[in-house]
Nanobody
């Protein structure tokens, strides 16, 4: 099994920064992808950023140039540095790990609230 523990959410003013962390433990494959999704009230969960074990990175168009995803493989930890935050970034942010051999499995963290408001 895989466990994902997130930290770093909170309240921040528009234009401010915030950093999220997600530590993975358990049975983690050498080939996997970790990322961040978010879900705002009344909206579907959407991909924010993802990084593969090979170093490939994807961002949602809405966060390009403002958010940066990175990872520390030695700690099985992924980070999301969020800068120039906007009120529309307000959501519950979920850490995700995707891995598998014959089929892909998704594992989720418990979610951390990010609120951007003055």
């Amino acid at each position: 099994q895989v466990q994902l523990v997130e930290s770093g959410g909170g309240l921040v003013q528009p234009g401010g920064p915030l950093r999220l962390s997600c530590a993975a433990s358990g049975s983690i494959f050498s080939r996997s992808a970790m990322g961040w999704y978010r879900q705002a009230p009344g909206k579907e969960r959407e991909l924010v950023a993802r990084i593969t074990s090979g170093g490939s990175i994807d961002y949602a168009d809405s966060v390009k140039g403002r958010f940066t995803i990175s990872s520390d493989k030695s700690k099985n930890t992924v980070y999301l540095q969020m800068n120039s935050l906007k009120p529309e970034d307000t959501a519950v942010y979920y850490c995700n790990l995707r891995q598998g051999s014959l089929r892909l499995y998704d594992y989720w963290g418990q979610g951390t609230q990010v609120t951007v408001s003055s």
